[in-house]
């Protein structure tokens, strides 16, 4: 039997026509949506979420393409475009009956809160990134031989068939790999979860790499929109990252000023998976948040 969140029940909720969410909902008070990175589920919350139960009303999704959620299939680029799934998520949250609530998002899902919070301003009260950059700003800083580190994104980005035959090769070493690597020690995922982590890549490689895709195209088309623009996160943001920048040759936190005025950057010694690794801190960073 798959891991749960332990106290959270369980549902799926339509959020369009043709996708429905597996969802897991626990506590009582102001809502906050928790969304998932990759190659985790929802249950990479499991500890931040009973935290904040205690005082809010929790809401972990897999995104779509992610987990037991839907998986649509088609050649549409907006199919998993970071618009659509944030569409998903404020569809999510009004069928629960929250016509405004607090969003944070680690790695993936992260990218899915950022363009919420730019189209949905008026949904999206509070927001949270953990260890991720805008889509745009990833691109550009991403360059010479450390991008190394992010081969993956380069791999997913190629034409539908190789990635998808590459990956589906040898699911469990890919997606393995990075729960090995990101991690900032042994322990952070057991086995039963990082199992469960494994199974659900293993039968979303498809959805996975157009998530990915779609990053590398109209994700960055949409970004860059929004910077010619002048869009701003309008809302209190809290990004937490691991200091990358010094490897990278980057300033994270002048990144993520330019779009967030309101904004409180966090840097953290611990790895990648931070929200399992420490989920006391993360917990505070979004308790402190939320009272912001």
């Given at each position: 039997?798959?891991?749960?969140?332990?106290?959270?029940?369980?549902?799926?909720?339509?959020?369009?026509?043709?996708?429905?969410?597996?969802?897991?909902?626990?506590?009582?008070?102001?809502?906050?949506?928790?969304?998932?990175?990759?190659?985790?589920?929802?249950?990479?919350?499991?500890?931040?979420?009973?935290?904040?139960?205690?005082?809010?009303?929790?809401?972990?999704?897999?995104?779509?393409?992610?987990?037991?959620?839907?998986?649509?299939?088609?050649?549409?680029?907006?199919?998993?475009?970071?618009?659509?799934?944030?569409?998903?998520?404020?569809?999510?949250?009004?069928?629960?009956?929250?016509?405004?609530?607090?969003?944070?998002?680690?790695?993936?899902?992260?990218?899915?809160a950022f363009r919420a919070g730019l189209d949905h301003p008026d949904v999206v009260?509070?927001?949270?990134?953990?260890?991720?950059?805008?889509?745009?700003?990833?691109?550009?800083?991403?360059?010479?031989?450390?991008?190394?580190v992010g081969f993956h994104l380069y791999l997913m980005a190629q034409p539908p068939?190789?990635?998808?035959?590459?990956?589906?090769?040898?699911?469990?070493?890919?997606?393995?790999?990075?729960?090995?690597?990101?991690?900032?020690?042994?322990?952070?995922?057991?086995?039963?979860?990082r199992a469960a982590y494994l199974a659900a890549c293993r039968e979303a490689v498809?959805?996975?790499?157009?998530?990915?895709?779609?990053?590398?195209?109209?994700?960055?088309?949409?970004?860059?929109?929004?910077?010619?623009?002048?869009?701003?996160?309008?809302?209190?943001?809290?990004?937490?990252?691991?200091?990358?920048?010094?490897?990278?040759?980057?300033?994270?936190?002048?990144?993520?000023?330019?779009?967030?005025?309101?904004?409180?950057?966090?840097?953290?010694?611990?790895?990648?998976?931070?929200?399992?690794?420490?989920?006391?801190?993360?917990?505070?960073?979004?308790?402190?948040?939320?009272?912001?």
């Open positions: 039997m798959a891991p749960t969140i332990s106290g959270f029940d369980y549902q799926r909720v339509r959020v369009s026509g043709d996708v429905a969410l597996n969802v897991a909902v626990g506590g009582s008070g102001p809502p906050i949506v928790l969304l998932h990175g990759f190659p985790q589920t929802h249950l990479m919350w499991r500890h931040v979420a009973g935290d904040l139960a205690a005082d809010y009303t929790v809401i972990c999704p897999d995104l779509r393409g992610y987990g037991a959620s839907d998986k649509p299939v088609g050649a549409d680029p907006d199919l998993y475009a970071k618009r659509t799934m944030a569409a998903d998520v404020v569809g999510l949250g009004r069928a629960l009956g929250h016509e405004r609530f607090a969003l944070a998002g680690h790695d993936r899902g992260a990218l899915v009260t509070h927001l949270a990134c953990l260890d991720v950059l805008p889509t745009l700003d990833m691109w550009e800083v991403m360059r010479g031989t450390s991008a190394a068939g190789l990635p998808e035959k590459m990956i589906g090769a040898a699911p469990d070493v890919f997606f393995g790999h990075f729960l090995d690597v990101w991690g900032g020690g042994p322990g952070a995922v057991p086995s039963k979860v498809p959805s996975i790499v157009a998530d990915y895709r779609a990053s590398a195209t109209v994700d960055v088309e949409h970004d860059q929109v929004a910077r010619e623009a002048g869009a701003r996160l309008a809302m209190p943001v809290s990004v937490v990252q691991q200091d990358w920048g010094a490897a990278l040759g980057y300033d994270a936190r002048a990144v993520w000023a330019a779009w967030a005025p309101d904004l409180v950057h966090t840097t953290v010694s611990c790895g990648h998976f931070m929200a399992e690794e420490d989920p006391e801190l993360i917990a505070g960073e979004l308790r402190g948040l939320l009272r912001r």
